[in-house]
């Protein structure tokens, strides 16, 4: 791992929050487009992006709704485009690798592993919904498989990686990492991994302090020295996971797709605003937070100018 830089990756929208939980999550490609861009002013390296129906804010995987947006964000930075194969527990992996097969981005996210993926519990905090389909979500993810098996995975990578695209691997819990080092082992993928662990999704590993150094010492034992290390922390302890995975050597992913919080009770407003406080917990530590090309550099990836974006 690349000592005394940290990655700053940021979750623009995502699948997760649905639009009645927060008017600042953005949904239209310009808000998407200037939420990105604001988070890379920030200090985001790395953008991570989903798109969503700019009627009701469905998550949508249609290409024609993401190109909007990267010509904007493009055009504007010059971060990292990370595009998500995951869309929605709900979509099929053709539909979800949709967007990555026709823009060929630097990275694309690689979920690991079939899981459950609960949601519903938050129908506990949030009664009052926009859109008729927001509840019936939540609720249907009680009785929902989000589908990542070998072959999926397999599939991905055979499309994906021979156009120079690069992967987060999220992994959700111990399994995963294993489901990778499979992977690895046969040589489907390669070093520099990078490794986004997970944390607080009900199907997956919990977020107490020891369920994050127990994906570190697993990801430590499979891969040694062949990865980068990543956290992302979903919900109200976003913040306290970026701290402890920064003073332990790791990188960080925040951003509305994680977490809509800024603190205690208090809605982040923008995701830059998410960038900043995480920032400000890295330089604290006197950690010092990459650019877009060290990122590129740390990750070995293939550079914009090689993507159709």
Known sequence: MAKGKVIIS????????????????????????ESAVGA?????AIIHLHARN?????????????RPFLGVIKQRTDAVLNLTTGGHPSMTVQERMRPAETFAPEVASLNMGTMGFGLFPMLDRYKDFKHDW??????????????????????????????????????????????????????????????????????????????I?????????????????????????????VAMAA???????????DSLWAGRGRLAETNAQQVTLARQIIEAQGLSVATPDEARAILDLKG??????
């Not at 995502?14 to 239209?28: E, F, N, R």
């Open 10 to 33: 940021c979750a623009i929208t995502g699948a997760i929050h649905t639009p009645s939980m927060s008017p600042y999550l953005p949904v239209s490609a310009q808000e998407i487009a």
């Open 40 to 44: 890379a002013e920030a200090g985001a």
């Open 54 to 66: 700019p009627v009701d804010g469905r998550p949508d995987q249609d290409p024609d709704l993401f």
């Open 134 to 211: 927001e509840a019936k979500a939540l609720e249907a993810s009680r009785d929902l498989v989000f589908k990542n098996t070998y072959a999926d995975i397999e599939h991905l990578l055979s499309v994906l990686s021979p156009q120079g695209t690069r992967f987060e691997f999220e992994c959700y819990d111990t399994s995963h990492l294993y489901n990778l080092k499979y992977f690895f082992d046969r040589g489907l993928v390669k070093a520099p991994l990078f490794i986004q662990t997970c944390f607080g999704i009900l199907g997956g590993i919990g977020s107490h302090p020891d369920d």
């Open 213 to 241: 150094m127990h994906m570190k010492r697993t990801a430590d034992r499979l891969f040694g020295d062949h990865y980068e290390w990543s956290v992302l922390g979903a919900g109200a302890r976003q913040m306290s996971i």
């Open 247 to 257: 003073s332990m050597g790791g990188n960080v992913r925040v951003g509305l797709e």
């Open 304 to 309: 914009a100018d090689r993507t159709t974006i």
